[in-house]
């Protein structure tokens, strides 16, 4: 098999898994916080063993000053995960997925915010068919209490989303794989305060669903995301990136039979459009030299996941 075509396979089965996500986290029948906390825990676990089976804490390149860096990522992944399964519960997967998918927009205004970059006039233009779109998507009536709450949560997880890019983005020389563990292990003691750890007592075969969201969705799908992104080229990992959202679409319909109407699906392809548009674009600009490993080391889970 050809690298790139191996390549595209595995981050095909990653995005395919990332799209399953929210049946594990609506399954499990824990609160987001517990949730978050189980999956930091099995997926620190996940990536440590394959990060030692792998030798990859030999030379590995953290410093403080990284490993601070990292931590930080960490925590605003860790929190973009909470609100995004807060979206799930509020609203339903589907119009939470499609949401979070406005995370390169943010990334661009972010940029230009913090980092000065300038924003193209094509890219201002993206920007307003990407709220066309996501005004579509919504379809929230002003009555509608639950539905807005729930697109709050699902922007404000596309915000975090953004801010742990840029924050990673500037980590050099580290493999992405101990990145992601050091963001996943943060995650623990953060979570601490928050995690009401009374009702998983009661969770069951919730157990197995919170396992697999570690260990399947945080360890595995990593794993085959930070392989594929070696072998692919930037426009590649784009376009395969909206398997995830297809995938949790068509998984949120055969499942729990929620689809989105009419007019909420005239808003996909604006969305999806626009942000090929602005992920392409970006990828084709020079990137800085602080960008290295970029592409791995910024994406949660997501990567984009989730």
């Known amino acids: 098999m050809r690298n790139e075509t191996r390549g595209t396979v595995e981050l095909t089965l990653a995005m395919v ?6 049946v594990f986290v609506v399954e499990s029948g824990a609160s987001p916080f517990v949730v978050v906390f189980f999956r930091c825990l099995f997926g620190a676990l996940a990536l440590a063993a394959y990060s030692l089976a792998r030798g990859f804490f030999t030379g590995h390149g953290l410093t403080p000053r990284k490993f601070g860096l990292a931590a930080l990522g960490g ?10 399964f807060e979206a799930y519960e509020a609203t339903s997967i589907s119009l939470a997925t499609v949401v979070y998918h406005t995370q390169p927009f943010f990334l661009v205004l972010f940029g230009a915010l913090v980092l000065r970059e300038r924003i193209a006039a094509a890219k201002v233009g993206w920007l307003v068919v990407a709220f066309a779109g996501l005004v579509l998507v919504s379809g929230v009536r002003p009555g509608d209490t639950a539905s807005l709450a729930g697109l709050g949560y699902a922007l404000a997880a596309a915000v975090l989303y953004a801010l742990s890019t840029l924050v990673t983005k500037r980590i050099t020389g580290v493999r992405p794989h101990l990145v992601a563990l050091v963001q996943v292990t943060t995650g623990i003691p953060l979570l601490l305060p928050f995690a009401d750890f009374g009702e998983v007592s009661g969770l069951g075969a919730g157990w197995g669903w919170l396992a697999g969201l570690g260990l399947i969705h945080t360890g595995v799908m990593y794993v085959l995301m930070y392989a594929a992104y070696q072998k692919l080229p930037t426009a590649k990992i784009a376009v395969l990136a909206f398997t995830y959202p297809a995938v949790a679409m068509l998984v949120d319909w055969l499942v729990y039979g929620h ?11 604006l969305i999806v459009l626009a942000s090929l548009k602005v ?15 970029a592409p791995a080391a910024a994406s949660p889970a997501a990567t984009r996941s989730a």
Request: proline fraction near 7%.
């Open 17 to 22: 898994l990332s799209g399953t996500l929210g």
């Open 75 to 84: 925590a605003l992944i860790v929190f973009n995960w909470v609100f995004l």
């Open 259 to 269: 689809h989105i109407g009419l007019v909420q699906a005239l808003g996909v392809p």
């Open 279 to 293: 992920t392409l674009g970006r990828a084709a600009a020079p990137a800085p030299r602080t960008a290295a490993h």
